[in-house]
């Protein structure tokens, strides 16, 4: 599982995320070991992803695919004012029920 917290620039082009987005969910959905994804917005600005993935190497796999890599530089150069990224390996897990 990965987590991706992150606020935009006040001028990011809204219209170019969006596009980057759509292709980056087309992607990700295509990926080996992708199982799902969660986006959460908060009324501050803040957002958070979560990423669930079947394993370890498979979240790393996607983090090196080459699109994926294009994209989070366009996201350092055009998006986002900050952003941090939690990779939860060797996470432990509890549900319930």
Same mark, same amino acid.
């Given at each position: 599982?990965?987590?991706?917290?992150?606020?935009?620039?006040?001028?990011? =082009?809204?219209?170019?995320?969006?596009? =980057?987005?759509?292709?980056?969910?087309?992607?990700?959905?295509?990926?080996?070991?992708?199982? =799902?994804?969660?986006?959460?917005?908060?009324?501050?600005?803040?957002?958070?992803?979560?990423?669930?993935?079947?394993?370890?190497?498979?979240?790393?796999?996607?983090?090196?695919?080459?699109?994926?890599?294009? *994209?989070?530089?366009?996201?350092?150069? *055009?998006?986002?004012?900050?952003?941090?990224?939690?990779?939860? =390996?060797?996470?432990?897990?509890?549900?319930?029920?």
């Amino acid at each position: 599982m990965n987590v991706f917290r992150s606020r935009k620039r006040a001028d990011y =082009d809204a219209a170019a995320y969006a596009a =980057d987005a759509a292709r980056m969910d087309e992607l990700a959905r295509a990926q080996p070991g992708f199982l =799902d994804y969660k986006s959460f917005a908060a009324p501050d600005g803040e957002t958070v992803t979560i990423s669930v993935w079947e394993s370890v190497e498979a979240a790393r796999a996607w983090a090196r695919h080459p699109e994926h890599r294009e *994209a989070q530089a366009r996201g350092r150069e *055009a998006y986002y004012a900050e952003y941090t990224v939690y990779s939860c =390996d060797g996470a432990v897990e509890r549900r319930f029920p």
